[in-house]
């Protein structure tokens, strides 16, 4: 039996403060914040989101081990392959073509789709505050969770792989461009996917065609739709060569566009904030119906 | 007549080609009212909407004289206790009010005392540091009752909150709704079980198949269910021990034991109820963790009342 003593009086609620106002948009984005990133740093994504980013890791721990051990040198058309050449291919192979879109797919999806599921939307949509800014404030929280796991995988394998042959300082600049690039990136497709999940019933199938299906033909279809796709600006502004393999790469070679760097840097940004902006605009005129 | 909390005005909502509320015309008077019906009813579509958590398909909500759908600032007056039984597992109980009452606009030593005071309302001080997680299922009702109280609002909602309690937890539960009525809060708390809303309040409406059948005093609904023999679950350290007191007594008409609880059918529920929260203050046949009455006596009044 639950106990409690029985003889505590009933104490009374407490008083209103006279002149409580809602707080701002941007106020109560941060509150739900505070209460989402936790959450979902240790969620059902935890695990997931950890093998994403260790896998990097442990390839590039193998590559150094089989140098270490005085393995076979990967070579290309007889060019001897370098470990920062194999880092620049692994940042955008591996972490903007892939770990990036997948990250931002899985949680962006889910920012408001995880708390109906759940079931503990109900307390948040019960506040005095705009609904967008729950899905603000956890858009907030999925952009901090990813760069906090996203960008110290990608140190770490830049001192495994990139650093190799060359000074800190040499390739710092280059390194920062690449955490430039990762932060982009998830704040493009955060935005894209947070509005996907907001507005469609298959948020994953849809995000999935978009990255696996849409993006790799457009990139590789001469004209302009491209100019739709997300990887397109990143592509333009990537410092490494952009290594690919066999007719894929040949076909991307052969009808390479690339964006002005300002224009990339504005279409990244522009595609994360209007996304998230549209996401809010659906989440404050959708109702959610609970399943009993 | 005082001016009601909760006006709508032929009120339907849909899900789709289903029918959740149809035409639903009705002011709810300040004070304690009980939305009573079986389980499928629309009780909670009723409270969804009153909360502005859905959109009418057609018709009118207002809620304290504001329409409630797209304005956020009404929550202020209004705190609602949800059914479902969901949190935030890994948060305490402490930290979980604390943080939906800074999305009221209270700064963070504000939220502190908020919550801290509206846990004790609900008899959980002690357990304020525990993890949502670990709380059993009455504590879990009770937290979930001080999120919709700690802010001071004017109208509490509550969709089945006594769900889960003990029996005395359950007294005291009532009481304490009382209490809050007492101080000029209005209650809207819906049920299926009869006898949890009449101890309570005998203002209630009856709603079922989306309809509202019946406003106002409960006393001839009451008439009607004692008539008929009411089931009682009852869940228990020592179902037998529990079982063989029952036997004592006239008004229990059967008795069968499921996996750690005892069913029994009674033809006089007032009478029962108290005795099991009698028995339970006592301890002599072990703790009683859980009463309840499924939803088929109050679907039996109801074939009854639409004939």
């Known amino acids: 039996m639950t106990s409690a003593p029985a003889n505590v009086p009933a104490v009374a609620p407490p008083s209103l403060p006279v002149g409580r106002r809602s707080p701002s948009l941007w106020v109560a984005a941060v509150r739900i914040f505070d209460l989402s990133l936790a959450r979902m740093l240790w969620s059902r994504g935890t695990i997931f989101m950890a093998l994403l980013v260790g896998l990097p890791v442990v390839l590039a721990v193998l590559v150094r081990a089989v140098q270490a051990i005085g393995g076979p040198a990967m070579r290309v058309d007889g060019q001897m392959v370098t ?6 291919f692994m940042v955008w192979w591996l972490y903007l073509r892939f770990i990036v879109p997948v990250l931002a797919l899985y949680y962006g999806t889910a920012l408001v789709a995880d708390e109906v599921e759940d079931k503990t939307i109900t307390y948040l949509f019960t506040r005095p505050i705009p609904r967008g800014a729950v899905l603000l404030g956890k858009f907030l929280a999925y952009f901090v969770c990813t760069v906090m796991v996203v960008l110290p995988s990608l140190m770490i394998v830049y001192f495994l792989m990139g650093l190799s042959g060359a000074t800190l300082a040499g390739t710092f600049p280059s390194l920062l461009k ?4 990762i932060v982009l990136g998830l704040l493009a497709y955060g935005g894209l996917f947070a509005w996907v999940g907001a507005q469609f019933k298959r948020p994953l199938v849809i995000g999935l065609m978009f990255v696996f299906g849409f993006e790799q033909a457009a990139l590789i279809i001469p004209g302009s739709l491209r100019y739709l796709t997300v990887s397109f600006y990143l592509q333009s502004i990537v410092p490494h060569a952009v290594m690919g393999e066999g007719v894929m790469s040949l076909l991307q070679s052969l009808v390479e566009q690339k964006a002005s760097l300002g224009t990339a840097l504005g279409m990244l940004v522009a595609i994360g904030v209007a996304f998230v902006y549209l996401a809010m605009r659906v989440i404050a005129r959708r109702e959610y119906v609970l399943e009993q | 007549m005082s001016t009601p909390i909760v006006t709508t005005e032929h009120l339907s909502k ?9 035409d639903v015309s009705v002011n709810v008077p300040p004070g304690i009212t009980g939305l009573l019906g079986p389980n499928g009813a629309g009780k909670s579509t ?10 009418p398909s057609k018709g009118k909500v207002t809620v304290l004289g504001e329409p409630i759908w797209d304005n956020p600032d009404a929550y202020f007056k209004i705190g609602f206790c949800p059914e479902q039984d969901a949190f935030y597992e890994r948060m305490t109980g402490l930290a979980w009010v604390t943080a939906l009452v800074r999305l009221n606009g209270y700064d963070e030593a504000e939220a502190v005392a908020a919550a801290e005071k509206a846990i004790a309302a609900v008899d959980l001080l002690e357990a304020k540091d525990k993890k949502i997680g670990a709380y059993s299922k009455g504590m879990r009702q009770r937290i979930k009752m001080a999120q919709a109280l700690v802010h001071d609002p004017g109208l509490l909602i509550l969709d089945e909150p006594l769900t889960g309690m003990d029996p005395l937890m359950r007294r005291r539960t009532i009481k304490l709704i009382k209490d809050w009525a007492k101080q000029g809060k209005s209650i809207i708390v819906s049920s299926h079980i009869l006898h949890e809303v009449e101890s309570m309040t005998s203002n209630i409406l009856l709603i079922n198949n989306g309809r509202i059948l019946a406003e106002g005093n409960v006393h001839q609904i009451r008439d009607l ?3 008929h023999p009411h089931t009682v679950f009852v869940r228990a350290d020592q179902p037998r021990a529990f079982a063989r007191h029952c036997l004592a007594f006239d008004d229990v008409l059967s008795l069968r034991f499921e996996a750690g609880a005892v069913v029994v059918q009674t033809g006089k529920p007032d009478a029962f109820y108290a005795r099991v929260t009698s028995l ?23 074939q009854y009342l639409v004939k």
């Open chain 1, 83 to 88: 470990g920062p050449t194999i880092f620049g």
């Open chain 1, 178 to 181: 690449d955490l430039g690039l």
């Open chain 2, 14 to 22: 849909w899900y789709g080609q289903v029918s959740g509320l149809n």
């Open chain 2, 46 to 55: 009723f409270l969804k909407l009153i909360t502005g958590q859905l959109k």
């Open chain 2, 225 to 227: 269910i004692d008539t």
């Open chain 2, 280 to 302: 339970a203050a006592t301890d002599e046949v072990g703790p009683i963790h859980e009463v309840t009455s499924p939803d088929d006596n109050l679907q039996a009044v109801f």
